[in-house]
């Protein structure tokens, strides 16, 4: 997708492809033939410029064909950059600005609480992201309200645009963090997917306060020379480039 545009962000979208990969195929309740399902689990891709790994797994679960895949980015194509919920089927938040992702999936959270729903939101946001005044507003927000139906995962990859977070806006003690908000914290190994997955399934089941997933990946995994490689952040491979990745990840 990223190689046929000319542009986007593949190890962002790599680093968080097994959680994705969980999610939508094994934990949340959603339905690729009834796109708003009042019912549905919620997902917002807090970092919406990872959006090729969203749709990838959206086209795979069957809310729109592969061949759609082939438009990211294109002129006319329902595949932003970032995403859309007004486009995209299968969508639950349009992205844009980083940081705003949490707050919206808290109002989702609120509300399945307010209408009596069963539904379960899980919010997947950067750690480069976490650098941004409002996701920390938020995250002392849900536990004021016993947001227990609402899961936050971190794809810890250690980098953002400009290079390591550590060296940016050190996040340490990220963990201590999360858990002097009153959040509760489980730190996972974010490409183990049994361990994805088992983690995933127990917060769902959380009861009195929201969970936070600190999930440990690897920018661009799989792909040997953009691992941990910030390069790669936004810069789309070129074709011999594509044809080792791809080689590599088959």
């Not at 992205?95 to 959270?109: D, K, R, W, Y």
């Given at each position: ?15 968080a ?9 094994a ?11 009042p ?5 917002i ?5 990872a ?17 759609w ?10 595949l ?19 940081g705003?992702?949490l707050s ?30 409002q996701i ?7 536990p004021?309200?016993?947001?227990d139906?609402l ?7 250690g ?13 340490e003690?990220?963990v201590d ?6 959040w ?6 974010g ?6 997955v088992d ?14 997933i ?9 792909v040997s ?5 910030v390069d790669y ?18």
């Amino acid at each position: 997708m990223i190689s046929e545009a000319g542009s986007g962000h593949p190890g962002g979208s790599l680093s968080a492809a097994d959680i994705v990969a969980a999610l939508y195929f094994a934990v949340m309740k959603h339905d690729p033939k009834n796109p708003k399902w009042p019912d549905r689990d919620r997902f917002i891709l807090s970092k919406g410029h990872a959006a090729p790994i969203l749709y990838a797994a959206l086209a795979e679960c069957g809310y729109f064909p592969l061949e759609w895949l082939g438009t990211l980015r294109k002129t006319g194509t329902c595949l932003q950059g970032h995403t859309d919920s007004t486009l995209t089927p299968g969508v639950d938040e349009s992205a844009g600005s980083l940081g705003m992702g949490l707050s919206v999936g808290i109002g989702m959270a609120i509300a399945a609480k307010l209408d009596k729903k069963s539904y379960h939101t899980y919010v997947l946001l950067g750690d480069g992201e976490c650098d941004e005044g409002q996701i920390w507003e938020a995250a002392m927000f849900a536990p004021n309200y016993k947001l227990d139906n609402l899961t936050v995962i971190v794809d810890f990859n250690g980098l953002q645009l400009d290079g390591f977070t550590k060296n940016i806006m050190n996040l340490e003690p990220f963990v201590d963090k999360w858990r002097a908000f009153n959040w509760e914290v489980i730190e996972i190994n974010g490409h183990d997917m049994a361990q994805v997955v088992d983690t995933l399934n127990k917060a769902g089941a959380a009861h009195g306060k929201p969970i936070a997933i600190i999930a440990h990946t690897i920018k661009g995994k799989g792909v040997s020379f953009m691992e941990n490689n910030v390069d790669y952040h936004g810069k789309a491979p070129n074709k011999a480039e594509t044809e080792k990745a791809l080689k590599e990840l088959s």
